[in-house]
């Protein structure tokens, strides 16, 4: 049934009244980003009336002692704040449910509950179930939702399930828990949440190259020099994190999803509608594009790994990476990577773009920079000692997210002499008003039935067949021995070798 | 000019609002504003005009401007007329709004006020517009009665027109005025009396999500608005809001206006009738309360005087829903950042402007 009064409210699809089931509810995720998500969207009044919220988890503890957990993170990490006459009612929404992730009569008990919640609430049943928990029980949470009827759409309400990254460890795992999954739900009712494309940031990219008719016409291999995504960070394995990470390294962690989702944002075809799929179509059609490097010898030319040793950071002495909590001492897991990929597309041929992810660099930062080619070697650029650099157009997702364009202009004075100037825009001085949180706009977005922005099947296998042709030319170089490890001290921009596979090409790193 | 003609024609605290400047020096003087602090960023999305012929009201305007500028960058214009003189002069004064931003960079933003006396046909194009920031659009809001000011040239350089409908008197014969300009131009116009709805119509499209709710709908039998008398506008534009989503039609004239508010009946989609009332309460709230009555359940959104919370509640047999969401500001300045937040052309809005307009007409008829 069709609400009217939802018309015209507000400029998208409308979110339906549902119960979100979140399975690793005691969890970090949960605490840190879910709840403070769901909680913002009640006090922006963007959250139907009638959501239920029930925690799915393994240890025993009650309602109250749940929520009070919830209460105590939301506080500080609420981008609203805490108000406690809101969090009163919003935890009210709020329950715990205590079962093994392998317990078949957990999952009955569950469907019992939701049945009681649906029966409360009119009979509406449309379920949400948020997979947050450890990858390891992604496959038991989901045959246990078949197995209990959890899956099934019924009486014209719908069933989705929200998958959170890692989305395997390489193509074999990710087809493998794609069979699984859509074993249990649809394709169309499955949503592969991948954060950074709920960036207010990320999202503008295509409204950067889609509602403004300047960039469109130069954006390609004919005034496009190279394309560089860089992904730094300042921290190493802070919190115990070296135990995760050890085991899946910057490649597989931030490259084969998020970084290369940005990467298709910038090289897609304009979609012939906003429509998930149209979206979607487009990007994954760019990550099938990829060149593949699938020999040692490829690999070699065209990716850069290492691990950071001993240095400074922030004024911090920092451990090298093999003496870090939890990390094997020997570990060959890189936490850096840089990549040269190439997109063999008629619009992208011979562009090179970059890709480098880093823990332990100056600082943290997570920007594009589009570097067009220099203007024709006359006139201004004749003059001898003038500079010969291109516009550079950066597009910045996080932090202090905006855009700016590099161009030349003449310094003033009798002589002719021609510098870089920057053009910034910046979204927290020019939008007071902060943006919502990522989780906020892809959680309502599911309850609004709207995928575009979750990676769809085919993205995902297609990203995991690029990534691990590399592992493959790594791990198995054909000799027995491992490709090199490349080393860069913490602190510092990553190593020489990176900087060399730019210079292959005459260019260089964008300095940040 | 000498100082007796001077004094006349100052504006009340004239010292709030920054240096006094010829007019033909504004933008050199801006200039040097930057000139001697390197260190602020100057930011504007959008330019600002307010306009006001209330004596007074440009030093408060500087006030609600130094709010919005929080969150919206932009070149505020603030003009003033004093309607009580008739010689024709023009005073300016500069200064900037700073905001430091995430407790880091100070962003300003510039404003220019501006005294007016007399009439001067083609002053704003020559001498308030002469000072836009090109390229960007105009928002412009109108405090109180529109004048002989309002007219064609005026409109047709606006992009958003914002007034607020509580602050007229004559609410029929203004909003015709208003009308004729959106059906002429197609101005988009941002009155607050409606944005002081917001929240009470997303509360009730959110009540109505429950499956119970929307059953109910169907068979409903009243709807009663209390509104604080000053916001009758509000209160009509929520009702007729409610009317439109739901499909119904005026279905004879007004029963009854004691003074007190205003009773209507509409017809549903399936021939049922309804009476519908917008009630003033004396001191309540801007908008106290909007209730929707059905056979055995009640729907309603309601506010105490100066609560920070909406409470929404629906009840039926069994089965009760009971909240607490966001509320709407009280206060202009708040009002207009929201609503440039939203930003868009104000669709629902104009959806909504017939059944207003046929509801103030009913009462006028």
């Known amino acids: ?512 | 000019m000498n100082r007796s003609e001077e004094m006349m024609t100052a504006p009340e605290n004239a010292e709030l609002l920054g240096v006094e400047v010829p007019v033909a020096k504004i933008e050199r003087k801006l200039r040097e504003l930057w000139e001697v602090d390197d260190a602020r960023a100057n930011a504007s999305l959008i330019n600002l005009a307010l306009y006001s012929e209330e004596n007074g009201d440009l030093a408060r305007n500087s006030e609600i401007v130094r709010e919005i500028t929080r969150e919206h960058a932009c070149r505020a214009l603030l003009i003033g007329r004093d309607v009580s003189v008739e010689k024709v002069s023009v005073r300016s004064w500069i200064t900037a709004h700073c905001h430091l931003v995430h407790g880091k960079k100070s962003v300003c933003c510039e404003q220019i006020a501006f005294h007016l006396t007399g009439t001067s046909r083609g002053r704003f194009r020559n001498t308030i517009f002469a000072h836009l920031q090109s390229d960007l659009p105009l928002v412009f809001w109108w405090q109180g009665n529109l004048s002989g000011m309002f007219n064609e040239s005026l409109y047709r350089r606006i992009d958003r027109f914002v007034i607020d409908s509580s602050d007229w008197g004559d609410v029929v014969a203004q909003y015709g005025r208003v009308n004729a300009a959106i059906e002429e131009v197609g101005l988009v116009v941002q009155d607050l009396a409606w944005t002081r709805t917001y929240h009470f119509r997303l509360a009730v499209a959110s009540l109505y999500d429950d499956l119970v709710a929307a059953r109910s709908l169907v068979g409903t039998r009243s709807v009663k608005v209390v509104v604080s008398e000053q916001y009758r506008t509000s209160g009509l534009l929520l009702l007729a809001w409610f009317a439109e989503m739901a499909g119904w039609e005026r279905a004879q004239d007004l029963i009854e206006d004691d003074g007190h508010g205003g009773s209507y009946r509409f017809e549903t989609r399936e021939g049922g009738l309804v009476d519908a009332s917008v009630v003033f309460e004396e001191g309540g709230a801007p908008i106290g309360m909007i209730e929707v009555e059905s056979v055995g359940v009640c729907l309603r959104v309601s506010r105490e005087v100066g609560g920070k919370h909406l409470h929404h509640q629906f009840i039926s047999e069994g089965h009760v829903v009971d909240l607490h969401g966001p509320v709407d500001s009280d206060f202009r300045a708040e009002l207009l950042a929201d609503q440039l937040s939203r930003g868009g052309k104000n669709s629902l809005f104009k959806r909504t402007l017939p059944t207003f307009l046929s509801l103030l007409h009913w009462e006028g008829s």
């Open chain 1, 1 to 512: 049934m069709s609400n009217p009064f939802r018309e015209d409210l507000v400029s998208r699809s409308r979110p339906e009244a549902c119960t979100v089931v979140i399975f690793g509810a005691t969890g970090d995720l949960t605490h840190r980003k879910l709840i403070p998500a769901l909680y913002n969207l009640a006090i922006d009044g963007e959250l139907p009336t009638g959501v239920k919220i029930i925690g799915f988890a393994r240890r025993d503890k009650s309602d109250e002692v749940f929520r009070d957990g919830l209460k105590e993170l939301n506080r500080e990490v609420s981008r609203n704040g805490h108000d406690e006459e809101i969090w009163g009612d919003f935890e009210n929404m709020v329950e715990y449910h205590q079962s093994e992730f392998q317990d078949a009569d957990g999952y009955r008990r569950l469907a019992e509950r939701l049945d009681a919640i649906d029966a409360e609430r009119g009979g509406k049943g449309n379920r949400l179930f948020y997979i947050a928990s450890a990858p390891e029980y992604f496959d038991d949470v989901l045959e246990h939702l078949k197995s209990a009827g959890l899956n099934e759409s019924r009486d014209g309400c719908w069933s989705r399930v929200i998958v959170e990254k890692p989305f395997g460890v390489d193509l074999a795992s990710a087809r493998h828990l794609n069979e699984v999954v859509n074993q249990t739900f649809e394709e169309k009712d499955t949503y592969r949440i991948d954060h950074y494309l709920g960036k207010e940031t990320a999202q503008n990219i295509m409204v950067l190259r889609f509602a403004n008719a300047i960039f469109e016409p130069l954006w390609n291999s004919r005034y496009i020099k190279q394309v560089q995504i860089t992904c730094a960070e300042h921290l190493g394995m802070e919190g115990g994190r070296g135990g995760y990470y050890d085991k899946s390294g910057a490649l597989r962690d931030m490259v084969q999803n998020h970084l290369l989702q940005l990467l298709s944002l910038v090289a897609m075809e304009p979609p012939t509608d906003l429509s998930a799929d149209g979206v979607r179509d487009e990007k994954v059609k760019v990550i099938r594009s990829l060149r593949q490097w699938d020999s040692p010898e490829l690999v070699e030319e065209n990716v850069v790994r290492a691990q950071y040793s001993a240095g400074h950071v922030h004024g911090k002495s920092v451990v090298g990476y093999r003496e870090e909590d939890r990390v094997d001492p020997e570990s060959m897991t890189e936490t850096y990577v840089a990549l040269r990929c190439m997109v063999d597309t008629w619009r992208w041929s011979g562009v090179p773009f970059y890709i480098r992810m880093g823990k332990r660099l100056p600082k943290k930062a997570t920007e594009i920079s589009v570097h067009f080619r220099p203007a024709p070697n006359v006139l201004f650029n004749a003059t001898p000692g003038e500079t010969d650099e291109g516009n550079v157009l950066v597009i910045r997702i996080q932090p202090d997210e905006g855009i700016s364009l590099r161009m030349v202009s003449k310094i003033p004075g009798t002589t002719l002499r021609l510098e870089p100037v920057k053009m910034d825009f910046h979204y927290s001085t020019s939008f007071g008003k902060g943006s919502p949180e990522a989780y906020e706009r892809l959680l309502l977005d599911a309850m609004a039935g709207d995928a575009t922005l979750f990676a769809r099947r085919d993205e995902v296998e297609e990203a995991w067949r690029f990534i691990d042709h590399i592992q493959r030319g790594w791990h198995d170089s054909g000799e027995g021995d491992e490709l090199s490890m490349a080393e860069f001290v913490a602190g510092s921009w990553g190593p020489e070798e990176a900087d060399a596979l730019l210079e292959k090409d005459g260019n260089s790193w964008r300095r940040l």
